[in-house]
């Protein structure tokens, strides 16, 4: 159950601004003005989305992290701990201009191959792998994207290598899967999962610590002696520097309401998006450890964007 903090008296004095980084329509945008909705009336002001895209989000993220407003927050993803490392662009500092308010959503990445594919599990997929370096296509949303770097982890783990073919986003990747145009692919469950369970689209195994409960039959790589392969995808909300913990610890208690009310709940199953209501604690140390975590396979590997 969500803990109640006490309002905060004279506070907010102007609206809200939940920046996003991304165009509207993505995980981020709808879950920004599903919640948008929710806290308005519990804050007594109104909450602004801003759409501010461009540069894999580092847009976004650089004019929340300049602004010091106290009145500005940011609903971040997982490419705000790789940014750093991927974007010699990329100035912000996670610990220096940003605080956590509280988790919002997370999802696990899975391993998948068209429906006609010939490969009918892992351990046939490693093999070919092996034996024919470079040959097999592997689709991902984007170079520097999470789909991207779990191939990457993937090759490294296994010492294997595929072709790396990019996509605009995974929008654009879902279908190049079921044509057929790539071999395999690692993706975020929610953009596949309708295509798995329609048979067009295969899941060889999620890469995840624990079993989907979308998928339950669905291995996760972990259990098939395939260590480390954790690839979680998560939309968090963040607030630029100047707001004091009081009122962060009252934004945290009013977004864990947002995200139980039936209208977030619906918004939120139609994109595609699980709620998570973890709330602040550990997830200012969690997304500086994934920072650490990618940022040492994407040095390791060579990867970078702009």
């Known amino acids: 159950m969500p803990i109640h903090a006490q309002p905060i008296s004279n506070w907010p004095t102007a609206p809200l601004r939940i920046i996003v980084p991304f165009p509207p329509g ?10 948008s909705i929710a806290l308005a009336p519990q804050l007594g002001q109104s909450v602004v989305v801003e759409n ?5 989000g580092l847009v976004g993220y650089t004019a929340a992290a300049q602004s010091k407003d106290g009145h500005t ?30 988790w919002v959503s997370s999802f696990p990445g899975v391993l998948v191959v068209p429906s006609a594919s010939k490969f009918q599990n892992v351990n046939q997929l490693i093999a070919e792998l092996q034996a024919n370096p ?6 991902n949303g984007g170079i520097g994207t999470t789909s991207h770097l779990a191939a990457e982890l993937f090759s490294s783990v296994t010492s294997t290598a595929c072709n790396h073919v990019p996509y605009r986003g995974e929008g654009a990747l879902a279908p190049a899967i079921m044509a057929g145009d790539v071999d395999m692919a690692f993706s975020n469950l929610p953009g596949v999962l309708p295509h798995i369970k329609s048979g067009r689209i ?7 610590n624990d079993p989907s409960g979308d998928l339950p039959n669905v291995r ?11 690839v979680l995808g998560w939309v968090v909300l963040l607030a630029g520097k100047g707001i004091p913990e009081d009122r962060l610890a009252y934004l945290d208690s009013l ?10 709940r619906k918004t939120f199953a139609a994109g595609g998006l ?7 604690n550990k997830l200012q140390a969690y997304i500086l450890q994934e920072q650490d975590r990618w940022g040492k396979l994407i040095k390791a590997r060579g990867i970078k964007t702009e």
């Open 26 to 35: 993505g995980a981020n945008d709808i879950a920004a003005r599903a919640l």
């Open 52 to 56: 501010r895209a461009g540069a894999g």
């Open 73 to 102: 927050l940011i609903m971040a993803s997982t490419s705000i701990s790789l940014l750093p490392s991927l974007n010699p662009n990329a100035k912000y500092d996670l610990s220096r201009d940003f605080d956590a308010i509280g």
């Open 134 to 139: 470079n040959k097999i296509s592997c689709g």
């Open 202 to 208: 295969r899941a060889l195994a999620m890469a995840a």
């Open 220 to 230: 996760t790589l972990g259990s098939l002696g395939i260590l480390n392969m954790e």
């Open 255 to 264: 977004l864990q309401t947002a995200l139980a009310t039936d209208s977030v």
């Open 274 to 280: 699980v709620p998570v209501t973890g709330g602040r």
